[in-house]
């Protein structure tokens, strides 16, 4: 439950401490006295909008910081968004003059929709315009969705409604557009095939190049091989030279060893021949004129060069544009497939009407209920012999179902239900928005309950019977009642009267008369 809330420079609060306790609290005071002002903090703290028109004047940020008592309920949540579980739960909202707004739980910096999933759990809070909101009819269906606990699957049913729909636009987008799509289709497969018969794949157009080259260029590379070898190799050539030259050397190495050095140079150069040698015979070996092969090569690498000119890219990309021309192929194929969309249709449309019909099953059973209780709960409000309908009628399927709910009432026994609109006044608006409000927070989990004058327009005896239902939910629930309407102790009532009935003088004659009003004894 709600243990405190503290106000640090809020509207026109410069510091505040206000502790709750259990059970029924009232807030009573005229209008201007400061009861929204609790309210909007309260919003804020929970995660409601704000901006920095919230500040004092004068201040450069305002604060807001409420404590709870947590339900155990709250403990897998605080835990899974890594927040310690501790005995007070502490949320604090900060908002600055740049209208820079920070919240923490327990201390823990959080996001504002963190901040409003943990405050939902944990206040309820019902407006004072909350009668006005009866005469919606989407807000008629949501009160029926949230009151039986199938919200959830109304927003199945909603989701379910676009899949139908995108697949039936797609569907009818295939047939209005199915031949302009063949004639792009038979373009693809044209281009595709050409590459694929092209069948150039990552990594080829490199070799075919080199490949080309060598091909291209055979003759001068025998050429040239041959006459290097010839010169390593001949008589008096460059290996006969060295093998002299290393000879010449050894004879006279005894005879000064600083000759070593240049021995070992020159022998390294007389293997690194040898070496050479071997490798230019077998080079030689390897390269041959082949002018079939070349004129393969020329054609392959015209084609694939006339391919890219079409297309505009270099020839290396053609195996990159292959798979995009596959793909876009693959996706036309599938738009004009209309046998494939007519499935994906049905199947779009099958589902909508198992979650829709469940969600119509679900609603048939809640309205009966909800109507039931309102009706009988219209009864202690001063309007006896009144009736609550919930009407659910078949329409066409819609996002919002199968049906369509409407609110209807009868003010009194003896007259046909009829749509609130239009027969009824908003003092009975009032009453009914305030029977449900108490029947929807009897079902619900949160702990604590806020009604912020709901019980406008109404009063006498109808308003003592409100005190009396808001009472009775303060036993289940903490209940927070923000009202216009006074509620005093029996001394209280009388001075009140008094003061209504004589102005700011009053006399010993006044009270009496105020004593008889409410028929107590001297």
Known sequence: MLRSLHLRDFVIVDQNQIEFGAGFTVFSGETGAGKSILIDALSLVLGGRGDSSVIRQGAERTEIIATFTPPSSLNRWLTEHDIEVEDELILRRLIDLQGRSRAYINGTPCSIAQL??????????????????????????????TQGQHLALSQQVHKAWQQWQQAQQAYDRAQD???????????????????????????????????????????????SAGQTLNLLEADSGVLDQLNTALHQLQSVLSHDPNLQNIYQTLESAQIAC????????????????????????????????????????????????LDQLLNKQQQLQLSIDLDALLVQLQSAQSHYQHVA????QARLQTSQQLSTQVSQAMQQLSMQGGQFVIALTACEPSAQGLEKVEFLVAGHQGVPPAPLAKVASGGELSRISLALSVIASQAA????????????????????????LLHELGQRHQVLCVTHLPHLKPAERIEEISRMLGGIEITSTTREHAKEILGLNH
């Open 177 to 223: 557009s199915a031949q302009s799509h063949q004639q792009e289709l038979e373009l693809l497969d044209w281009q595709v095939q050409q590459l694929q018969d092209l069948n150039l794949q990552a990594g080829d157009w490199e070799q075919l190049s080199q490949e080309h080259q060598r091909l291209a260029h055979a003759q001068s590379l025998l050429d």
């Open 357 to 360: 019909s469940e969600l119509s």
């Open 274 to 321: 040898v070496e050479t040698v071997s490798d230019l015979n077998s080079y030689l070996s390897d390269v041959e004129l082949d002018p079939e092969r070349l004129e393969h090569i020329d054609q392959h690498m015209s084609a694939a060069f006339n391919l890219a000119r079409k297309h505009k890219c270099e020839p290396e990309e053609l195996p990159q544009l």
């Open 116 to 145: 409003r999933e943990l405050g939902s759990q944990l206040i309820d809070i019902h407006g004072q315009h909350a009668h006005q909101s009866l005469l919606n009819p989407q807000s008629q269906y949501t009160i029926l969705d």
């Open 445 to 468: 989990r949160v702990p604590t309950l806020i009604f912020d004058e709901v019980d406008s327009g109404i009063g006498g005896a109808v308003a003592e019977v409100v005190g009396r």
